[in-house]
């Protein structure tokens, strides 16, 4: 049998019990058949009377006797103390074989026989007739929660509902709840819901705070309903009152699924200055935002100081977004190194490529001529013809026009860069033959000097 957990040190059926020796207790002698306990009714002014039998004074101190071996470690010796009160049920009153069942579910539940003490708290109840009302009631609500703790959740229900409809009193915020994380569990997402709304109603209505794992519960069946502008507005309700960083990431992508994209950059760039954007991934998708937002430079710069301070550790995705951050920023002199390194790293030649469409926008030509060659060496990247255009340009501008002329010739070949290439083609010839003909009259000019 596993480590007993004393009497005083449990929780749950700890009511029950407690209900023997403060509230329900009236010990009489063997002569005396009945007493009297009073359930309390929700007009206060009026109450009802029950009769139900009494202990007798040999019954508890038998029971008491077992409380006091078993506290004392001999879990044994109290289930035999136990047993012999049980030879006897058949002379025992309703209300002292519910204590006797009380017992062996209370001591099963101290040894973690949680199955054992719902059987036996189950017969606690059913001696309704024979027992007061608020044993009645702590035994049924106890017998929801094991079954809940057991994932029986219909049974948890059940006992629920039964509870629900003895008791008298308003519920409190934590029933309601009880009842929400039942509902939940057997995916009655929208009665969840409605349990919750109670429980926040009620604790409102205290001037008391809102429970986070209660909106944690609320966003998950709204999710579950697929209602993503409500799963919005349980977050922001979370972001307000409990200021967590998975809340405000959290809000910030549902922002986005609900397609309110200018709130979802804000309220991923107010976390990240708050420093709650810790992990690699989401300072990506606060530069994917930057850039979406026409916001380059910011993506850039935000990816520049955390690869600088080795937040942000370098790969080929992640220096191909910095690059194309500077590109769109306008800032081909900061890309360039960032290319660089890309085609280092890189086992095709993308970056290559994308390195001599910069030195073209920068007139750098012999760099463009190099890296698009080394592209087209390469390979494993798409519009080989942009290579071609490329190469026809730098040549070209280096006044290279036989080179040109085949680079341009290969890219005609391509058909996304064809009609581009014969443009180019036509002009390179004609400025071949301007530069041939200036070449001319320059050589007619030193024959005649």
């Known amino acids: ?63 008491a006797r077992a409380q006091n071996t078993a506290d004392a470690g001999d879990v044994k010796g109290g289930f035999a103390i136990l047993d012999e009160v049980k030879e006897r049920l058949s002379s025992l009153n309703s209300y002292e074989r519910a204590m ?30 024979g027992i007061s009302d608020a044993l009645y009631l702590s035994t049924q609500f106890s017998l929801a929660q094991l079954y809940m703790q057991q994932q029986d959740y219909s049974k948890s229900e059940q006992a629920l509902m039964a509870w629900q409809q003895a008791n008298t009193k308003p519920l409190s915020a934590n029933q309601h709840i009880l009842f929400a994380q039942i509902y939940y569990q057997q995916k009655k997402f929208s009665k969840a819901l409605t ?16 429970k986070e794992n209660w909106l944690v519960l609320k966003r998950a069946a709204h999710y579950e309903l697929k209602q993503p502008k409500m799963v919005t507005e349980v977050l922001e309700d979370m972001v307000r009152l409990f200021n967590k960083p998975q809340y405000w990431l959290q809000l910030s992508g549902m922002y986005g699924e609900i397609g309110e994209e200018k709130k979802q950059l804000a309220v991923m760039e107010a976390a990240y200055h708050a420093g709650y954007i ?6 990506m998708t606060l530069a994917q935002l930057y850039i979406y937002h026409q916001l380059p430079f910011k993506a850039a710069v935000l990816m520049q100081n955390n690869i600088d301070d080795g937040t942000l550790l370098v790969n080929v995705r992640r220096l191909e977004l910095l690059s194309q951050a500077y590109m769109l920023a306008k800032e081909d002199e900061k890309a360039l190194p960032v ?6 790293i890189s086992d095709n030649g993308q970056f290559d490529a994308q390195l001599a469409q910069v030195y073209v926008n920068l007139e750098k030509w012999p760099e463009a001529i190099k890296a698009a060659e080394k ?15 490329a190469l026809g340009i730098s040549y070209f501008n280096l006044k290279q026009f036989d080179s040109s002329l085949l680079a341009f010739k290969n890219a005609q070949r391509i058909e996304s860069s064809a009609k581009m290439a014969k443009q180019w083609s036509n002009y390179v010839e004609r400025e071949k033959g301007y530069q041939m003909q200036l070449a001319k009259i320059e050589n007619h000019k030193e024959v005649i000097n």
């Open 1 to 63: 049998m596993k480590t007993f957990k004393p009497f005083k040190q449990l929780g749950i059926p700890a009511l029950i019990v407690s209900s023997l020796f403060v509230v329900e207790a009236s010990v009489v002698n063997q002569g005396h058949l009945f007493s009297t306990a009073h359930a309390a009714q929700s007009d206060q002014a009026n109450k009802k009377t029950k009769r139900v039998p009494a202990m007798r004074e040999r019954v508890y101190s038998q029971l």
């Open 100 to 129: 006797l069942f009380n017992f062996y579910g209370f001591m099963h539940y101290g040894a973690d026989e949680v199955e054992l003490a719902i059987n036996n708290f189950a017969k606690v109840v059913a001696e309704k007739d």
């Open 195 to 210: 349990a919750i709304d109670s429980a926040i109603d009620v604790q409102t209505a205290k001037a008391e705070p809102i």
């Open 278 to 283: 810790e992990k690699q991934d989401d300072l």
């Open 339 to 344: 290319l660089v390194k890309a085609s280092e």
């Open 375 to 389: 592209a087209l060496e390469r390979g494993g990247f798409d519009n080989i013809g942009d290579m071609h255009l």
